[in-house]
């Protein structure tokens, strides 16, 4: 069976199914991002390659891939190993960090400490086109806080580089990425790039991604040149996307930004980046806050000394939030599965105890 360029494109790209993450790029000289799109600048009669391998919609067994990162198969379905899950907000949050700007603190901190060098991180250009940048200074830090709720080739930079020597580094993505980065990270062909570095991985929550061009064409059409500086989605029950347009901020109801969602997000199980180190959302209800899950040792050292530094004010999380949080991640999970049986092509394995347990009703 072809596992190469070849078979990637015939099972992801033609089908609209590339989750935009960036692992495949700049590993070899024939796929590079342009614009916001992953390019083949030419063929390749590989059989097996890097680019199938390390893909988050190709085939994966959760379970090994689990048992690889955490030392235990994929038991804790709901949201993902969970050691310790809180609320937290950033003391001195950035200019324009996201809620509770905890991400932004946390690899700020980090970064501080010594515990990394560098961070891979999300920054949009003038044109709010996401892409991956490698930062080292609290000001580039700051320059990537915010969220632009289009996709971008984030991993692609971690790919490139460039890299001095053996820096440890981090990783701050959305869920497809971070499963992208686990998979390189476990995969048994050889490893051209730094993965094996990367000490600190932060997953962020993600429910859909939007494509970028078509959602551009939409912006520019409702707010002609006016730059835009900030956007933000409220959680439920609202549900809007706030945009900020020249000195305006405006509402922008959901329904009529969906039909931008990148098909590959349908099909995807992972809501809370369930593979990282620890996971950062929104706290619904509680604006200002995050919603902190702590997966690892690393995670919890690191927050333990946010904490203690003074870096984040931390609460308990309230029961009733965590149980909608992980309806919320069940019903995902659900809808994946469904729309992966209904399209043949289940890219997942997954033991059958395991997906019983997804499919069934959650609560009475």
């Not at 796929?31 to 059989?47: I, M, N, P, Y």
């Not at 990783?171 to 000490?199: F, H, I, N, W």
Request: glycine share 8%.
């Amino acid at each position: 069976m072809n596992k190469g360029l070849k078979a990637l494109e015939k099972k992801v790209l033609d089908q609209g199914q590339c989750a935009a993450c960036g692992a495949c790029l700049s590993l070899c000289p024939y796929l590079r991002s342009w614009r916001g799109r992953a390019v083949k600048l030419d063929d390749c009669d590989l059989t097996e390659g890097r680019c199938f391998s390390f893909c988050p919609r190709t085939e994966v067994d959760l379970d090994a891939l689990h048992r690889f990162i955490f030392g235990k198969g994929y038991e804790d379905i709901e949201t993902g190993p969970v050691r310790r899950v809180l609320m937290a907000r950033a003391l001195a949050p950035a200019g324009r960090a996201q809620n509770g700007g905890v991400v932004s603190a946390l690899v700020d901190l980090a970064l501080g400490e010594g515990l990394i060098h560098a961070t891979v991180l999300t920054e949009r250009d003038g044109e709010l086109l996401p892409q991956g940048r490698i930062a080292r200074r609290r000001e580039e830090v700051i320059s990537c806080a915010g969220s632009s709720y289009a996709a971008g080739y984030t991993l692609e930079a971690l790919n490139r580089g460039p890299w001095e020597g053996e820096e440890r580094i981090g990783v701050v993505g959305l869920p497809c990425q971070v499963l992208a980065l686990s998979r390189m990270k476990a995969s048994p062909l050889e490893k051209r790039t730094p993965v094996d570095r990367v000490e600190l991985v932060i997953g962020l929550f993600c429910t859909w991604a939007l494509d970028y061009y078509p959602f551009m064409k939409f912006l520019k059409a409702r707010f002609g040149d006016r730059q835009i500086s900030k956007m933000d989605i409220t959680p439920p029950p609202e549900r809007f996307l706030h945009v900020t347009a020249g000195e305006e901020r405006h509402v922008i109801p959901l329904d009529e930004v969906r039909s931008f969602i990148r098909p590959s997000c349908q099909v995807c199980l992972d809501m809370t980046g369930e593979l990282s180190d620890l996971s950062v959302g929104t706290v619904e209800g509680e604006e200002g806050w995050n919603t902190v899950i702590i997966r690892s040792p690393k995670g919890e050292d690191l927050l333990r000394l946010a904490e203690s530094k003074g870096v984040l004010e931390t609460r308990k999380y309230p029961d009733h939030k965590w149980v909608h949080l992980k309806e919320a991640s069940i019903l995902k999970k659900r809808r994946a599965l469904s729309a992966l049986r209904a399209s043949g092509e289940n890219y997942l394995i997954l033991s059958p105890k395991v997906t019983d347990e997804i499919l069934r009703e959650v609560g009475p």
